[in-house]
Structure formats: C-alpha cells, structure tokens
C-alpha cells in the first residue's frame, strides 16, 4: 500500500502545480495578485475517479476472461440465475459453497440461481488465484 499512497500524494500534488501554473499564466499581467484569471482561461480540474465498488448487474452473467473472473464481484437479488461463460483457452471452473460447475471449456457457459441472500465466494479450483463473490440480496 505504501507505494499506492506515494502516487497518490505525488499525482495530486502534481495536479494542483499544473493547476497553479496554468492559473498563473493566464491572469491578466496588468491586474493584481488574487485576480482570477481571464475567463477564457479558466479551467477546471475533473473529478476524482470514484473507487471501484461491487457492480450491481442487470444481465447475471460473469465472464472468464485472462484467468480472472469479470467482473469479480456482482450483487444481484434473490431468485437470479448467473452464467459464467469461460472465454479463455485454458479450462476453468466455479468452485465454493453450493457452486460446483464442472471444467469448462473455451465458450462453454454454466449457471447456477441464486435462492438465498447471503455472500458466495468461489474460485476456480484449477487457478485458485481467480477469485469471484455474488452477494445476493
């Protein structure tokens, strides 16, 4: 994490210089300190990107793609039925809890519906690195 916050204080402290610098060279040379700048030359910073969060999908269905599953994590309500289709050439699994799904092969899909809220993590036994969750509420 320590790298991850050095960026982050970096870039934003990178972004407000640009800021200022951009500000500062677009005021009027003859107006004095604390002008705004011209209005043509304001400019405006975006929005910080917001934080992934868990998707909320209306399709139910989870890929398998670069030996991950995508997304990683969806939440859907109770009595939804949710399709993995594995678009990788190796062969991966669904594996944890209730969900067994049998090896599948590139294209080939399985579902499983989803009765009972509650938080389902699996992962494919032959890549225990790929990992998923469902929230069902």
């Known amino acids: 994490m320590e790298p991850f916050t050095r960026t ?3 870039l934003g402290a990178l972004a407000t210089a640009v800021a200022l610098a951009a500000a500062s060279a677009c ?3 003859s107006a004095g300190p604390g002008t705004p ?3 043509e030359h ?3 910073m975006p929005a910080p990107a917001a934080a992934a969060s868990v998707q909320t999908v209306a399709v139910s269905a989870v890929a398998i793609s670069g030996f991950a599953y995508v997304p990683a994590a969806i939440t ?3 009595g939804t039925t949710v399709t993995w289709r594995n678009d990788d050439s190796a ?3 669904v594996s944890g809890g209730p969900l067994r799904s049998p090896l599948l092969s590139q294209g080939a899909t399985w579902s499983y ?3 009972t809220p509650g938080t389902y993590s699996y ?3 032959v890549h225990p690195n790929m990992k998923g969750t469902v929230t069902v509420r």
């Open 8 to 10: 982050g204080t970096y």
């Open 27 to 29: 005021a009027d040379p």
């Open 37 to 39: 700048p011209q209005a």
């Open 42 to 44: 304001q400019m405006s």
């Open 76 to 78: 859907v309500p109770a």
């Open 91 to 93: 062969r991966h699994d």
């Open 113 to 115: 519906t989803f009765a």
């Open 123 to 125: 992962i494919c036994s």
